[in-house]
């Protein structure tokens, strides 16, 4: 294994659209506060910062970009994703992202969505691997402008795309973007494997991280045939089997929907791949009360609305006690009415946290009434 990724990050967390924005990936550093997960933006298109100028809009930048860990020492855990169709695009966005503190950034090369493929980015730039290596040049160029070294560049890509899964179609793809795309200093272009294909017609993006057989087998000869690069495996990881039995021949594994589903996975991650010792894991209540002090700093600042910075939670909890506190919390986001329009967008009269705390409290008792009921049935079929 090439082992080169910087801090050596063994674990990364997938970029997912309308999940990993800036407030689920400060509830996972809440939950992980060690620093052992890379965490991943969504997609940025390049063209917001070439074109649309959204490093100097700080209300826009806050909302796609985790700005808060960019100022932390876990800078160069945070990978920020974008997709590109044009060399000149993508060396704008990563100059601007330097200039941001923005420490690794990747391209897109795995979305097989319909509106991606029509902006010529995604999934569809696989088909044209010279193309790509020049986009992937571009970025690497943009990276190691006036004497930076500390930005790393990526590439997230499928095994292969509609019928074609062959090693040599990946291979040819692999070798012209890591030859071609290499900047003049040097620098090694790390590749993030997704272990499915993706069908670019015929199947919608959510289908397309379940229908495709996974193929593993697939990414680890290709590890073997490129030793000196570094390799992540993604695709329909969700036990801490998995991640180890990866991890004896992978760089580094990349889970994306059982953290959506279950962000409190990284803990188990932090005790049996980076041993940490369960007295050390974070308190929920404690978690739930620091990201709501947060997220009324951000709503004070930028007036983002509380049913974006609600989302993050919706998965916080599991089972009846997770749904019962969904419903209140959602209930009780609906019910608060904005203050009216100014220039921090619609700010509210009622605090987050204030909300949160309700909602809490207001499923605790449903939860534990819900209990005592069943309890009381049990007692009554025994009589």
């Known amino acids: 294994m090439a082992l080169r990724l ?14 990993t924005d800036p407030y689920f990936l400060r509830l996972l550093r809440l939950i992980s506060p060690f620093g052992n997960h890379r965490l991943w933006t969504e997609m940025v298109h390049a063209n917001a910062f070439s074109r649309g100028r959204i490093h100097r809009d700080p ?14 020492d876990f800078a160069s855990g945070i990978v920020v994703q974008i997709g590109a169709s044009h060399p000149d695009d993508a060396f704008s966005a990563v100059s601007e992202l330097a200039n941001l503190g923005v420490r690794h950034v990747n391209l897109n090369c795995g979305c097989p969505s319909r509106n991606v493929q029509m902006g010529s980015f995604g999934a569809v730039l696989m088909k044209s691997p010279e193309h790509t290596a020049d986009i992937v040049r571009a970025m690497s160029e943009a990276a190691s402008q006036d004497g930076r070294e500390n930005l790393t560049v990526s590439v997230k890509c499928r ?6 899964e062959s ?4 291979r040819r793809f692999l070798s012209t973007v890591s030859s071609r795309g290499r900047a003049s200093c040097g620098s090694d272009i790390e590749f993030i494997l997704h272990t499915r294909r993706a069908w670019l017609n015929g199947l919608s993006p959510e289908q397309n991280r379940t229908i495709p057989q996974l193929n593993y087998a697939r990414a680890y000869e290709m590890i073997e045939e490129y030793p000196q690069t570094s390799f992540i495996v ?12 990866h991890l004896r021949v992978a760089d580094g594994v990349m889970i994306g929907r059982k953290i959506r589903e279950d962000p409190w996975f990284l803990s188990q991650l932090d005790q049996h791949i980076y041993g ?4 050390r894991i974070p308190d929920p209540i404690g978690v739930l009360t620091e990201y709501a002090s947060f997220v009324d700093q951000v709503h004070e600042a930028h007036g983002t609305r509380y049913s974006v910075l609600a989302r993050p939670l919706f998965g916080f909890f599991h089972g009846r006690k997770g749904r019962v506190l969904r419903r209140h919390l959602a209930h009780a986001v609906a019910q608060v009415k904005p203050l009216g329009k100014g220039v921090v967008d619609q700010r509210h009269s009622v605090r987050f946290s204030e909300l949160l705390q309700d909602a809490l409290a207001k499923s605790e008792m449903e939860h534990a009434q819900s209990i ?3 309890e009381d049935v049990k007692v009554a079929q025994i009589g």
């Open 372 to 374: 005592a009921d069943e």
């Open 59 to 72: 209300k826009k930048l806050s909302q796609h970009l985790p700005l808060h860990e960019l100022q932390s």
């Open 167 to 170: 090693p040599e179609f990946l």
């Open 159 to 164: 095994i292969g795309i509609d019928e074609d």
């Open 6 to 19: 910087g801090r050596a990050f063994r674990t990364s967390v997938a970029p997912m659209i309308d999940v």
């Open 234 to 245: 993604n695709g329909g990881l969700d036990t801490v089997e998995a991640v180890e039995e």
């Open 276 to 279: 940490i010792a369960t007295n």
